[in-house]
């Protein structure tokens, strides 16, 4: 086991939770940073980060989004003797009109991005696309359940990548030094619409699921019907808005260039997603 462990913020969540897994793989010591962590970890509560950091050298920052922490975290971080960050972001950062001027996740990165490279650190930042894991963890799960995806994503595609491929190049960042003062994008091998990723789901589970395009109005009255704040419906909306706008299909070579290999593939992830049961007994007949 390596002397120093590395704290990864976000450490249970999708890319964090695979990161410390691969990790602990190679034999590195990791303190998984989380409020039921021991020691805890809370974005939002400053006395829980010098436990976290103690004895730290590197960290892979998942950020919180909402709140510009990023930039005090790596401060501190630097005072109490850390060298090296590798900073989770997200695509469309630097893109003009990718993300709305009240984007939450959009104002996290921006400051995010700027705190980790003036910070004197070590450094490199990631910038995937969306998962694939939405679908099968996260946002969209809940629409994959109930068989159909009511979006406001129009015909964009958008290149998926897989949250273990994510993991991986944080990984070589967090162990390798080639990849310091690297900003990597990551996709997926290819760009799919949103019915395109209906039929592979429902494909590989044998379950009908369709997509349903809606107005960007329209999504966000049904979200507040449900019981949804309007501003968290309009935040969710906006967040979707780049694919309507095809934003997203763009191939990125980042995967290749930090791993030395080609990035999974959606339908792999599908077909891996099925089998380990992710939909398994749920989805609505």
Known sequence: ???????????????????????????????VGSRSGDPRFDWTDHSSWDDALDGVKKVFIVPHDG???????????????????????????????????????????????DAVRTSGLEWTVVRPTWFAQNFSEGLFRDLVLGG???????????????????????????????????TYE??????????????????????????????PRDFVAELVAEGWPLADAEDYADAVGPIQRNMDSRLSQGVQTALGRSPRSFALFVKEAAAAGAWRHQLID
């Open 67 to 113: 709140e510009k922490l990023t930039r005090p975290f790596v401060q501190r971080a630097k005072e109490l003797g850390v060298e090296r960050v590798v900073l989770l972001s997200g695509r469309g950062t630097d893109v003009p009109g990718y993300a709305g001027e009240d984007s939450i996740a959009g104002r996290t990165h921006i400051d995010g991005e």
């Open 1 to 31: 086991m390596t002397e120093h462990p590395m704290l990864i913020t976000g450490g249970t969540g999708k890319v964090g939770g695979r990161a410390a897994a691969q990790l602990g793989a190679k034999g590195v010591a990791v303190r």
């Open 148 to 182: 159909e995806l009511r979006l406001p994503a129009g015909d964009g595609a958008v290149s998926f990548v897989d949250a273990e491929d994510i993991a991986a190049v944080a990984v070589a960042a967090l162990t390798q030094d080639k990849h310091v003062g690297q």
């Open 186 to 215: 990551l996709s997926g091998p290819s760009a799919l619409t949103i019915g395109q990723v209906a039929d592979l789901i429902s494909g590989a589970t044998g379950r009908p699921l369709r997509y349903t395009p809606l107005a």
